[in-house]
């Protein structure tokens, strides 16, 4: 049985990377949070529908307790989900983020170094790639330059750094980094979902407007070079990227360490995002135009193909409408 430590794990990622271990089997799971902005309840929910774990609150910056609990736990890999992950947040607070998301990290590697970890999955973001001056019609891929924007996407790819260097001066410690683009949806089996406060994920912020939990939303800029006018950007099923995090996993067992892109490979409209809203939600809601946001790329596609081409992973819910269902489903919920 695999020892597994997951960071982060009471937050909207981790608990359905957390799901998916628990329904695969096989891993003995200890989950790590300092419920700062995950929940508790949704560790309950996990327990009380797909099987039991230990769950330990702890904060990261805590490094002597972390470094004790992985010397306990000797565990065989970890996956990293733990972070800040507000850009504006990030700009006016940098500090936050390089020591939450880039001390804390180049802490917890150590520890895994130290502790005989071998197997470590990061959770990293497009926001790595900044604002790509081109794009090509199948996607951004891993060799695309990495430029961030914003103290964010810096934090994370300093940490991508971090990982790679401690990986080469070690070898029996190998790594996958994940580049999320846009994650979206909730639990298909409707037992977790996002329940981030103030979240600013579209997705999320049409299905709470179109609940009624918001008045109006915003659409921000309606004059970008895109054919509606409005930002494109790959949506992909959070159950998907779960998956992803398992066949990393296995992965690391023949292969060495990478980075791969994790996204559809397709890209939707805010526009077109809000319209099937509306449709799946039967409420027109309304959604007024607002000024640009600075830093918003006109668009982001991820092309995967790497990870379709180096792993069996295949997305089974690449369907907008579902992904919106989910979402408005979860969030009736809360
Ligand atoms: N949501 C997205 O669209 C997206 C996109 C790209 C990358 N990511 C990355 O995915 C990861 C998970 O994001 P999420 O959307 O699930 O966010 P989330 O806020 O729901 O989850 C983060 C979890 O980490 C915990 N946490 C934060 N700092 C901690 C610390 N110092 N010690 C212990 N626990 C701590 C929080 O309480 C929370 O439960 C992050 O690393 C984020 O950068 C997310």
């Known amino acids: 049985m695999q020892k597994i430590l997951i960071t982060g794990g009471a937050g909207y990622i981790g608990s359905h990377v957390t799901k998916e271990l628990l329904k695969r089997g096989g891993y003995d799971i200890t989950v790590v949070d300092n419920l700062s902005t995950g929940f508790a309840e949704t560790i309950e929910r996990l327990k009380e529908h797909y099987g039991d774990f230990k769950f330990i609150k702890l904060d990261l910056s805590d490094w002597k307790d972390v470094q004790d609990l992985m010397q306990r736990g000797k565990f065989d890999a970890v996956i990293h989900f733990a972070a800040a992950l507000v850009v504006p947040e990030s700009v006016e607070n940098p500090l936050k983020y390089y020591l939450n998301n880039t001390a804390n990290t180049a802490?917890?590697?150590?520890?895994?170094?130290?502790?005989?970890?071998?197997?470590?999955?990061?959770?990293?973001?497009?926001?790595?790639?900044?604002?790509?001056?081109?794009?090509?019609?199948?996607?951004?891929?891993?060799?695309?330059?990495t430029k961030p924007i914003n103290p964010y996407g810096h934090s994370k790819l300093m940490s991508e750094q971090v990982l790679r260097d401690a990986a080469a001066a070690h070898p029996g410690f190998k790594y996958v980094a994940l580049r999320y683009f846009n994650v979206a949806g909730a639990d298909v089996g409707g037992k977790?979902?996002?329940?981030?406060?103030?979240?600013?994920?579209?997705?999320?912020?049409?299905?709470?407007?179109?609940?009624?939990?918001?008045?109006?939303?915003?659409?921000?800029?309606?004059?970008?070079?895109?054919?509606?006018?409005?930002?494109?950007?790959?949506?992909?099923?959070?159950?998907?990227?779960?998956?992803?995090?398992?066949?990393?996993?296995?992965?690391?067992?023949?292969?060495?360490s990478d980075v791969f892109n994790v996204g559809y490979g397709r890209g939707y409209s805010v526009k077109e995002v809000i319209d099937t809203m509306r449709k799946v939600s039967g409420?027109?809601?309304?959604?007024?135009?607002?000024?640009?946001r600075a830093g918003d790329p006109a668009m982001l596609?991820?092309?995967?193909?790497?990870?379709?081409?180096?792993?069996?992973?295949?997305?089974?819910?690449?369907?907008?409408?579902?992904i919106c269902k989910t979402a408005l489903d979860w969030e009736r919920k809360l």
């Not at 197997?119 to 790595?128: D, E, L």
């Open 301 to 322: 596609i991820a092309d995967s193909s790497k990870l379709k081409n180096q792993t069996p992973w295949r997305p089974k819910y690449d369907d907008l409408e579902l």
């Open 107 to 145: 802490h917890l590697i150590k520890a895994s170094i130290e502790s005989g970890v071998k197997k470590f999955i990061f959770s990293s973001t497009a926001a790595v790639y900044g604002e790509p001056e081109s794009i090509p019609k199948t996607g951004i891929t891993e060799e695309a330059e």
């Open 283 to 292: 409420n027109d809601f309304i959604a007024e135009i607002a000024p640009r």
């Open 192 to 256: 977790i979902g996002q329940s981030t406060k103030n979240a600013t994920h579209l997705i999320k912020v049409a299905a709470e407007t179109a609940l009624g939990k918001r008045e109006k939303m915003y659409i921000f800029g309606d004059d970008y070079s895109t054919p509606d006018g409005t930002c494109i950007r790959d949506y992909i099923h959070v159950d998907d990227l779960s998956a992803a995090h398992l066949e990393a996993l296995d992965y690391l067992e023949e292969h060495e």
